[in-house]
Structure formats: structure tokens, C-alpha cells
């Protein structure tokens, strides 16, 4: 609801800006012609996107892999020393439980890495598409005479004419390399 509140916001006082340079010089409010896209759904359509999401998807698997198997450890570790407690003096109960903290803290700081790194490689991966797609989309903008160009994915846009929806002719130009 925020969300919807603020891109409206921000529509009423773009117009209002553009109002306020000169009634004369500036076309009326009926000459306005405003564009929709969700670039997220046209990059992840594209062929370059695909590519970019399977890649990251063979990533994410390594690392969940890896990180699954190290949490089974934990697990079991955890496991075999409930079953020993009662077999351990408490200083020994002591510090295998602190060898098991150290080791739960340790695996949470390599989970937060491995969350860092997949982040990192997809905007990594996705900002040369991203900056594709807004060169492609202001191109299109020109073309087709748009003042205004909103991002449908932000979840301000309710709802928008067909001929005004430039996502499926963004993907389209991304794969055609235009």
C-alpha cells in the first residue's frame, strides 16, 4: 500500500514539475503519453537471462549443497552429544559444547558468505543486462513517443492499455541484440 502511495506520489509531482516549467512551453496534460515495462520480467525472459540464471542456478546448488551437508554435521554432532552427555564429566560436556557453539557460529558466518556471494554474482551477472534493457527501453520510449516510462514489476501499476506495455518488445530487443 506504501509502496502504490509513493510511485503515485512520485507521478503527481513529476507532472506537477513538468506543469510548473511553463504553462506555454509545455504541451497539455492530454499530449503526456506514458509507457509500462517490468524490466525484471524482461531480463528474465531473455535468452541473456536465462543464460545468466542457469548459470547462477548451478552456483546456488554448489553452495546449498555444501552448506546442507554442513548443517547435517552439525546435526548429527549435536546429536551424539546429547546421547554422551550423561557419560561425560561436565567439564568435558562443557567443551564440546563449546566446540559445537564455535562450530554452529562458524557455519552461520559461512551461510551469510555464501548468501554475500550469490548476491554479489547476480548483480554482477545482471547489471550489463540491466543496462541493455534501459538503453533499449529509452529507445523504445523515443519510438514510440512516451513522456514517461513506469516500472511495472514495483507494483504501482495496476493496471495499463496493451499498446502501452513495452516488456514483451524490450525482451524481444534484448535477444535480437538492438
Do not use: H, W
Not at 10 to 28: D, E, H, M, N, Y
Not at 54 to 63: A, G, H, T, V, W
Not at 134 to 163: C, Y
Amino acid at each position: 500500500m506504501t509502496k502504490t502511495c509513493l510511485v503515485l506520489l512520485t507521478i503527481v509531482s513529476v507532472l506537477a514539475f513538468l506543469g510548473a516549467r511553463g504553462a506555454q512551453a509545455q504541451p497539455s496534460a492530454a499530449a503526456y503519453t506514458v509507457g509500462v515495462v517490468n524490466v525484471m520480467q524482461a531480463i528474465a525472459n531473455s535468452k541473456q537471462g536465462k543464460a545468466a540464471n542457469s548459470k547462477l542456478q548451478s552456483k546456488y546448488d554448489i553452495l546449498k549443497k555444501d552448506l546442507e551437508k554442513r548443517s547435517n554435521d552439525l546435526e548429527k554432532k549435536s546429536e551424539d552429544l546429547r546421547r554422551q552427555a550423561s557419560t561425560l564429566t561436565q567439564d568435558a560436556l562443557d567443551k564440546r559444547n563449546q566446540d559445537l557453539m564455535k562450530e554452529v557460529e562458524d557455519f552461520k558466518a559461512q551461510a551469510q558468505k555464501s548468501t554475500d556471494e550469490m548476491q554479489k554474482a547476480y548483480q554482477d551477472a545482471m547489471a550489463p543486462i540491466g543496462e541493455k534493457a534501459e538503453k533499449i527501453i529509452a529507445g523504445l520510449a523515443r519510438e514510440k513517443g512516451f513522456t514517461l516510462v513506469l516500472e511495472a514489476g514495483s507494483g504501482g501499476v495496476l493496471f495499463v492499455e496493451p499498446q502501452y506495455e513495452i516488456t514483451a518488445e524490450v525482451t524481444k530487443r534484448l535477444d535480437s541484440g538492438k
